[in-house]
């Protein structure tokens, strides 16, 4: 199947810094990238769909300018969690489809668990 | 938006006996549901998927089936074993490729 590759795998930083989160397919090409976020044992959250060349699409009660979503290749997609708090500790998994070119599958990168102290 | 709604939160059975677990959707225009399997502090991971002009779709041990009249779709593990043990998420997508909505996920334990 389709390799989707997240870095870092997990980040520990200190309140009120940025932490920037990659997610790159590997052996495809994706216009389209997902942010999940999921708290523990709890479910995937769609927080924004990353466009390739364009703006990122937010679901309703997501902040846009804290969550900075980039798009700038089809191969890589990166999440800035801005300013970040201890409230926004958790495991963030990107996602990406070959769409058309494939089954239609979604494959996920490995997640990157954020601890902000 | 799409709603998927997943039942039970928890399942524990005793290996060698079924599982079902069962998804309900609320977006009509949804044509794709995959189910995922997820180990703690681990990427989900596709286990089987159908698509909305199939019913039912097996792979050995594990079968999905699909009612789109009345919106709900199951996942049927058999003969199950402790390494099925994990949390398994449903999923309902289609109108744009890639964009899943997740039901809660739930919690299969196989006892030895």
């Known amino acids: 199947g389709a390799v989707v590759s997240q870095h870092p795998s997990w980040v520990i930083c200190k309140s009120g810094t940025s932490v920037k989160i990659e997610c790159r397919s590997l052996d495809f090409q994706a216009t389209t990238m997902f942010w999940y976020r999921q708290f523990p044992k709890q479910s995937l959250m769609l927080m924004a769909t990353s466009n390739e060349g364009s703006k990122a699409t937010y679901e309703q009660g997501v902040e846009k300018d804290k969550f900075l979503i980039n798009h700038a290749s089809l191969t890589l997609s990166t999440l800035t969690v801005t300013s970040a708090h201890p409230e926004d500790s958790s495991f963030y998994i990107c996602s990406a489809s070959p769409g058309l070119a494939g089954t239609g599958e979604l494959f996920f990168g490995e997640g990157s668990r954020l601890t902000v102290l | 938006g799409e709603n998927v709604e997943q039942h039970p939160s928890t399942l524990s059975v005793q290996e060698g006996d079924s599982a079902v677990i069962k998804c309900t959707y609320s977006?009509?225009?949804?044509?794709?549901f995959p189910w995922y399997k997820q180990e703690l502090g681990k990427r989900p991971q596709l286990i089987i998927d159908?698509?909305?002009?199939?019913g039912e779709k097996k792979d050995q041990r594990i079968a999905v089936t699909l009612n789109k009249t009345a919106k709900h779709f199951s996942l049927h593990i058999t003969e199950t074993q402790p390494e099925d043990s994990a949390v398994y998420f449903c999923a309902a997508g289609g109108t744009s490729y890639g964009k899943l909505t997740f039901g809660q996920g739930t919690i299969l334990t196989v006892h030895p």
């Open positions: 159908i698509r909305s002009n199939v």
């Open positions: 977006d009509s225009a949804s044509n794709y």
